[in-house]
């Protein structure tokens, strides 16, 4: 889905006439708990395969073969590395086409999700997607490849699945705070959402939805990590979450991690989850209309308090040293942050900015400290 709304101005509730473009990706998404296996035949059928590719981690290889059992596998691959290294994705690569297949099927989260988009990006072999985290790859078609300890990304429509088959068996088996800073990192999505580049209201319908299945879902996880219902939430939100935020585009706070994770191999959802309230706390005082969105989503008083309650209830992961960052690297990432802040960030952004942001996530301070430097800067949008 991308989007884009003309003359500027993104607080549309504020606006005489709606005016935007917005493009709904194609994608078929099955919601169906306990039916893997049949949904993903289904799909198989319906895409005419024969020679279907399987690919997941060792770790994920009995569910895998569960899911997959009754279909024409000539390939099992369980090689998966997070960022998807080059040279992974050619070895799988050349596989694929070894073996003459027709399909692929993930079943994993987002590196095994992103090891199944490197393929499909040079053959252009359709995906069907059972995702086993609240990463939300399957429902982008951003791909992601790492060369050298460098990430690289891009947008293509070969890499986005044809198929996603969500089934929330598949996630009870994933740690609590795994779940925890999995399901931290779709709220990540729904946030940056309201703000980023293309951001129009139909992604932020998508997001302040995508927030408020979160925040019902994550803390059922928590309380009941195998029961259903929590899960199914949780993977609700993180659709919507992904499809709000590939529309959208990369706001502030994907940025930051962005450089955080190439740069020092920082774990994925955890650099999230830890980030997001200091982003949301320098932003949003900004962004006055996206600012209630998230707080209407969350039923709280702010957005932040919405989202600071959330991550108090599910013990959500707090600071970046925790995950192996030093301090001197906090602050030797700021020039590569300043560097890529997204256009139209609700407010400007000083080194001074992005160096008090990531020592305060360094060491788990109260993001609030981040807003203080807000009201008299003038770049306040409607957004
Ligand atoms: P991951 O896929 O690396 O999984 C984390 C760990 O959890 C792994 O050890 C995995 O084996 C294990 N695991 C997965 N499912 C499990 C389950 N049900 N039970 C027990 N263990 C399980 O991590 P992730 O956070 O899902 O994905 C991170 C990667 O996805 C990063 O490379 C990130 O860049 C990418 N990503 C891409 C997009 C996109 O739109 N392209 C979006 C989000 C994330």
């Not at 993977?235 to 020092?264: E, M, N, P, Q």
């Amino acid at each position: 889905m991308t989007g884009t709304m003309e003359g500027g101005d993104h607080g549309a509730e504020s606006q005489p006439f709606l005016r935007f473009n917005h493009e709904s990706l194609p994608q078929r998404v099955c919601f169906a708990s306990g039916e893997a296996a049949a949904r993903v035949r289904a799909e198989a059928e319906r895409l005419g395969a024969s020679r279907v590719m399987v690919i997941a981690a060792a770790t994920e290889a009995e569910p895998a073969q569960t899911v997959t059992a009754d279909l024409p596998v000539v390939l099992r691959w369980d090689e998966v590395v997070m960022h998807v290294p080059v040279e992974v994705a050619e070895r799988a690569r050349a596989a694929a086409a070894e073996h003459r297949v027709d399909l692929l099927i993930s079943v994993g989260g987002g590196s095994t999700t992103g090891l199944a988009k490197a393929i499909a990006l040079t053959s252009g072999l359709p995906i069907v997607a059972v995702p086993t985290t609240y990463a939300g790859s399957e429902a982008t078609s951003v791909w992601g490849l790492t060369e050298q300890a460098r990430k690289s990304t891009g947008v293509d429509a070969r890499v986005l699945p044809c198929s996603v088959v969500y089934d929330a068996t598949l996630t009870v088996s994933l740690p609590v705070p795994m779940s925890v800073a999995s399901g931290l990192n779709a709220l990540a999505h729904c946030v940056d959402a309201m703000w980023g580049p293309r951001v129009d209201p139909i992604d932020q319908t998508l997001a302040g939805e995508g927030i408020r299945a979160l925040a019902a879902g994550l803390p059922a996880v928590v309380a009941d990590p195998a029961g259903l219902p929590g899960r199914e939430q949780t993977l609700y939100g993180t659709y919507l979450s992904a499809v709000a935020f590939s529309s959208a585009g990369s706001g502030l706070h994907h940025k930051i991690c962005h450089v955080l994770g190439g740069r020092y191999e920082l774990p994925h959802a955890q650099t999230h989850a830890v980030v997001l309230p200091y982003v949301l706390a320098f932003n949003a005082p900004a962004a006055p209309q996206a600012e209630q969105r998230i707080a209407a989503a969350f039923g709280a008083g702010s957005a932040l308090d919405g989202l600071e309650r959330l991550r108090r209830e599910v013990d959500a992961p707090k600071a970046l040293r925790d995950y192996g960052l030093r301090e001197t690297e906090a602050d030797d990432a700021v020039q590569a942050v300043l560097d890529v802040v997204p256009d139209g960030n609700p407010r400007s952004v000083t080194a001074e900015d992005v160096q008090r942001l990531l020592r305060a996530a360094w060491r788990g301070a109260d993001p609030r400290t981040m807003t203080a430097a807000t009201t008299d800067d003038s770049t306040t949008t409607t957004r």
